[in-house]
């Protein structure tokens, strides 16, 4: 079996690309073979890691000398979806979609959308939703129930991507500061429904809360590895000059190993007013964090539901943390996460059995 991967390969570090490299790195180890055609344009070091130039380019190399069974990709649009199906018909390959997030409205869908899945479901591409909503969404487009298998992104993490001793010395030093440390992430900069999407300003206002509180032996770290939009981070710098948090609240900008800095830290929070299935949420778990979400979706058992873009909220959920954290890590100590990658293997063959089609 022969397996091509289509999407984002770190760096850029986020949920997407980290998925890729953990499901890249498990075919490796489990013998298969397996090639990554990345579309960021960045350099990779990693052999079996093929910079695309242009999807067109790439697709009509497809047709004329492709060798994968199975393309796997992982960036979805109407055109991107419409070309796949295509390249179906034309070459007989196995088409897969996983969909790491689906924050369209079903009103939104125009004419070219809706005719994308259309298409799809007549070539029996396959989709890999990460949630049960993104596959209610899909099937409510027309696509068959079972061409749609809901997936959590989720693979563990390797030993040496939760090792804090590879962490930089300037985080390592942050939590030499304080007794009680937390942390939050985001990919990059991004707005939905004219709000912060990841919740920077959010994490800002929390700790505002917690030292005007008098809980001033408290850090934050807020990882952003792709800043992105520069004017809106210059903005949150101000603001937290403006309350006086520059001891207090440390932006990381550079790429690292995220579960690293979850285990470095005490507790993670994801204060997003949109979102999928989030590996960080499902890692800080694994390593035993307690972990407070807000409430825009359904969360993985464990997590701490806060009312989204409350502060009022997030502080009490924060504070019952902070005042019961034994207990708290105690609820968390027997939650275990399944290992997804197998999940997706099974998925391959099933596409590949002549009974699929």
Same mark, same amino acid.
């Not at 992982?74 to 996983?98: A, V």
């Not at 994490?203 to 505002?208: A, N, V």
């Given at each position: 079996?022969?397996?091509?991967?289509?999407?984002?390969?770190?760096?850029? @570090?986020?949920?997407? *690309?980290?998925?890729?490299?953990?499901?890249?790195?498990? !075919?490796?180890?489990?013998?298969?073979?397996? #090639?990554?055609?990345?579309?960021?344009?960045?350099?990779? %070091?990693?052999?079996?890691?093929?910079?695309?130039?242009?999807?067109?380019?790439?697709?009509?190399?497809?047709?004329?000398?492709?060798?994968?069974?199975?393309?796997?990709?992982?960036?979805?649009?109407?055109?991107?979806?419409?070309?796949?199906?295509?390249?179906?018909?034309?070459?007989?390959?196995?088409?897969?979609? #996983?969909?790491?997030?689906?924050? @369209?409205?079903?009103?939104?869908?125009?004419?070219?959308?809706?005719?994308?899945?259309?298409?799809? &479901?007549?070539?029996?591409?396959?989709?890999?939703?990460?949630?049960?909503?993104?596959?209610?969404?899909?099937?409510?487009?027309?696509?068959?129930?079972?061409?749609?298998?809901?997936?959590?992104?989720?693979? $563990?993490?390797?030993?040496?991507?939760?090792? =804090?001793?590879?962490? $930089?010395?300037?985080?390592?030093?942050?939590?030499?500061?304080?007794?009680?440390?937390?942390?939050?992430?985001?990919?990059?900069?991004?707005?939905?429904?004219?709000?912060?999407?990841?919740?920077?300003?959010?994490?800002?206002?929390?700790?505002?809360?917690?030292?005007?509180?008098?809980?001033?032996?408290?850090?934050?770290?807020?990882?952003?590895?792709?800043?992105?939009?520069?004017?809106?981070?210059? +903005?949150?710098?101000?603001?937290?000059?403006?309350?006086?948090? %520059?001891?207090?609240?440390?932006?990381? &900008?550079?790429?690292?190993?995220?579960?690293?800095?979850?285990?470095?830290?005490?507790? !993670?929070?994801?204060? #997003?007013?949109?979102?999928?299935?989030?590996?960080?949420?499902?890692?800080?778990?694994?390593?035993?964090?307690? #972990?407070?979400? *807000?409430? =825009?979706?359904?969360?993985?058992?464990? &997590?701490?539901? !806060?009312?989204?873009?409350?502060?009022?909220?997030?502080?009490?959920?924060?504070?019952? =943390?902070?005042?019961? @954290?034994?207990?708290?890590?105690?609820?968390?100590?027997?939650?275990?996460?399944?290992?997804?990658?197998?999940?997706?293997?099974?998925?391959?063959?099933?596409?590949?059995? +002549?009974?699929?089609?």
């Amino acid at each position: 079996m022969k397996i091509a991967l289509v999407g984002i390969y770190p760096p850029p @570090y986020g949920g997407r *690309s980290i998925h890729i490299k953990r499901l890249n790195k498990r !075919f490796e180890k489990d013998g298969v073979t397996c #090639t990554v055609y990345e579309n960021s344009g960045v350099f990779k %070091k990693e052999n079996n890691v093929i910079i695309m130039k242009s999807m067109s380019t790439w697709l009509i190399d497809q047709l004329l000398h492709g060798i994968e069974d199975v393309i796997h990709c992982h960036n979805y649009s109407p055109k991107s979806l419409i070309l796949f199906s295509l390249l179906s018909i034309l070459k007989d390959k196995k088409i897969i979609f #996983t969909l790491h997030s689906f924050r @369209y409205s079903l009103k939104d869908f125009d004419l070219w959308s809706k005719f994308a899945f259309w298409l799809a &479901t007549r070539v029996r591409v396959y989709f890999i939703a990460v949630s049960p909503e993104i596959k209610e969404k899909i099937v409510s487009l027309g696509v068959k129930s079972e061409y749609v298998e809901v997936i959590p992104a989720f693979i $563990p993490p390797a030993l040496d991507e939760m090792d =804090v001793s590879w962490l $930089p010395e300037s985080l390592q030093n942050i939590r030499k500061k304080y007794k009680f440390l937390i942390t939050a992430n985001a990919f990059r900069i991004s707005f939905y429904n004219d709000y912060d999407l990841y919740g920077i300003d959010l994490s800002i206002e929390l700790m505002k809360r917690l030292v005007d509180n008098g809980y001033r032996d408290i850090g934050f770290i807020y990882v952003i590895p792709d800043i992105g939009d520069y004017e809106y981070f210059e +903005k949150m710098k101000k603001l937290i000059e403006k309350y006086d948090l %520059k001891k207090y609240f440390h932006f990381h &900008t550079e790429p690292v190993a995220y579960p690293a800095v979850i285990n470095l830290c005490d507790m !993670f929070i994801r204060p #997003t007013n949109t979102d999928g299935d989030a590996l960080s949420i499902r890692e800080a778990l694994t390593l035993k964090k307690p #972990t407070i979400t *807000s409430d =825009v979706c359904k969360r993985p058992e464990g &997590t701490i539901l !806060f009312e989204k873009r409350s502060v009022d909220s997030l502080y009490f959920k924060t504070i019952q =943390v902070i005042e019961n @954290y034994d207990e708290e890590k105690k609820r968390i100590e027997n939650i275990k996460f399944e290992d997804n990658a197998e999940k997706i293997l099974e998925v391959y063959k099933k596409v590949l059995d +002549k009974q699929y089609l």
